[in-house]
């Protein structure tokens, strides 16, 4: 059986607007793959060709985010407030390198890849975030981040 994606009330609300644009996107896609055919003078129609890829993406991505909506559990927006970092949470993170504060959601890696507006998103996946979660207010880590390496310390959470 397929793994169950928790996702946040907003971040499902944003993988369907996400599923809708990309049905209409597919739609137009559709018509210019429609277009190209009856204005191709012979098989190697370059454009015809592009037209084609880029309605194989789009449908690509359709699949990705029906798979990922029908996997998805809407957490509570209670279920998560332990008074650690969880899905959901809002934290604010002190860069203990540069001494500047970020303030970002913890969210599922499916939730991360769709973008919105609000909060930046980081995924429980990302380096970061594998580091962030289960973490309580006042503890510090550390992420390798390729070259060099961050020194984080959880201010606050929030749900």
Do not use: C, W
Not at 119 to 135: E, F
């Amino acid at each position: 059986m397929a793994r169950e994606i928790k996702l946040t009330r907003e971040g499902y609300e944003r993988l369907q607007k996400a599923l809708q644009h990309e049905q209409e996107r597919l739609a137009e896609a559709t018509r210019i793959v429609q277009e190209q055919m009856e204005t191709a003078a012979d098989y190697e129609d370059t454009g015809l060709e592009d037209a084609k890829r880029e309605k194989m993406n789009i449908e690509a991505r359709i699949d990705e985010l029906e798979d990922t909506l029908a996997r998805a559990m809407v957490m509570a927006d209670h279920e998560a407030d332990t008074g650690k970092a969880a899905l959901g949470a809002i934290v604010v993170l002190l860069d203990e390198n540069s001494k500047r504060e970020m303030r970002v959601q913890l969210v599922s890696a499916p939730e991360a890849s769709v973008l919105g507006g609000g909060l930046p998103k980081i995924s429980d996946d990302s380096p970061v975030g594998t580091q962030l979660m289960g973490r309580k207010v006042g503890e510090s880590f550390v992420v390798n981040l390729g070259q060099r390496q961050a020194k984080y310390k959880v201010k606050s959470i929030e749900y």
